[in-house]
Each structure stands twice: as structure tokens, then as C-alpha cells.
């Protein structure tokens, strides 16, 4: 029997080759837009995690007819009002130095103290179905913002999510055991749990 396909919504070799890695046992072909030759931008105009991850599911699975995965991810800061947030890629400019971003956040908690500094990662992935069903799934790393960056590996916000449970940031975790508890390793592994129970994987 051929084995059914799931599109996974991005261009990105990163997140393919960890998605391939925690749904190998599915059964499942996994494909990214890449491998499909799908050149499309989708406006991620959403103000949660879980709309722009639907709109992103939903607009290709509307264009192949297809089931479709597609994530949505950033850091939120409490202290803040949860931002960054969605907007986390976009913080301060599209083009703005991440040593630049993270400072200012460092700068903003410079008064708040013990858990007013907690901050977490939040990865939301959406499944969308030819037939309109639509499943999310939200995971979380909860963190403190650190005094200061710390740790050389990672991208991102990565050097000032200080994880107590740990004692690092999530920068001074290598990849393996940083994607061990990754918000999106976990967000991954739940979706794969909620396709099992709706028979998807068979
Ligand atoms: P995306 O939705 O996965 O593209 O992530 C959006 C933005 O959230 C990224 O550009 C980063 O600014 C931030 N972000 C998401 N996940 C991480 C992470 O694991 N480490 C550091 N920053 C992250």
C-alpha cells in the first residue's frame, strides 16, 4: 500500500529534518514545500500562535488538496505582555541584529525580579484536512530572562532563555539536548499522538 503523504508548510531544511526524525515511525511521507516546488507567500496576519498557524495549514491545503502541517513559534515575555510573541521574528525590524533584540529585552526586565522574569518558548503546530477539520497542538520551554546573553549555540532568543531546570540558557544547550525539550520537538510529538487517535497514521 502506498504510504500517505503529510505536507509539512515550510522551506526550512532545520525543522524538515527534525519533523522526518520524530514522525519516522509513522508511517507517514513527509514533504516540505521545497521538495513540492511550492513558491508561495502566505501573510501571517494572525495575533496568536494558533491562527497563523492554521492560516499557514489551511492555505496549503486549499492549494493541493492535501493534509497539511504547519507550525508557529516565538518567545513571550511576561513582563511584556507575552510580547515578542507572535511577533517575534519581526521584533524591532525583520533585519535587526538578534544581539540587538535580546539586549532590549534585557534592558526592559532591568527592575523585574525572580519569576516576574518568566519568559517560555511556545511552538504551535496546526493540522489542516481536505474535509475543513482543522487540530492544533501547543507546547511550551519555560524559562526566566537571563541578566545577560549566555551560550553560542542555537539562533534566535536562544541566549536569554535561562532554563532553571537545566541551569542554562536554551544557547548553551547542544542541539541534541536542546531538541530533546524543544517547544517544537514536543509540539511535534503531541501532534503525532492526536493523528494517532484520529487514524491519520495507518
Ligand atoms: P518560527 O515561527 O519558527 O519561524 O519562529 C519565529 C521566531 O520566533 C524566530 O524567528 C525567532 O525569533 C523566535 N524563535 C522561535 N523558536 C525559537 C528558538 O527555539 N530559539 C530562539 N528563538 C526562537
Redesign the pocket.
Known amino acids: 500500500m502506498d504510504k500517505k503523504r503529510l505536507i509539512f508548510a515550510t522551506t526550512n531544511q532545520g525543522?524538515m529534518d527534525e519533523i522526518r526524525m520524530i514522525m519516522a515511525d509513522t508511517g507517514l511521507e513527509l514533504m516540505s514545500l521545497k521538495d513540492l516546488n511550492i513558491n508561495v507567500d502566505i501573510e501571517e496576519n494572525g495575533t496568536t500562535f494558533e491562527e497563523n498557524a492554521i492560516i499557514k495549514a489551511k492555505a496549503i491545503c486549499e492549494l493541493t488538496g492535501e493534509m497539511v502541517l504547519a507550525?508557529?513559534?516565538?518567545?513571550e515575555v511576561d513582563y511584556m505582555d507575552k510580547a515578542p510573541g507572535v511577533y517575534?521574528?519581526r521584533y524591532l525590524g525583520e533585519d535587526t541584529p538578534y544581539s540587538i533584540k535580546n539586549q532590549t529585552i534585557i534592558d526592559n526586565l532591568k527592575d523585574a525580579k525572580g519569576d516576574e522574569r518568566s519568559a517560555r518558548?511556545v511552538?504551535v503546530i496546526a493540522a489542516a484536512f481536505p474535509d475543513g477539520r482543522v487540530i492544533t497542538a501547543r507546547e511550551t520551554i519555560e524559562g526566566v530572562i537571563a541578566e545577560e546573553e549566555r551560550g553560542v549555540h542555537?539562533?534566535?532568543?536562544?541566549p536569554i532563555l535561562f532554563v532553571p531546570e537545566f541551569g542554562m540558557t536554551?544557547g548553551e544547550m547542544l542541539p541534541e539536548q536542546?531538541n530533546e525539550i524543544?517547544?517544537?520537538g514536543k509540539a511535534l510529538r503531541l501532534m503525532k499522538e492526536k493523528l494517532a487517535y484520529e487514524n491519520i497514521n495507518c
Open positions: 525543522k507550525d508557529d513559534s516565538g518567545l517575534s521574528a518558548f511552538c542555537g539562533f534566535g532568543y536562544d536554551t536542546k524543544s517547544h517544537r
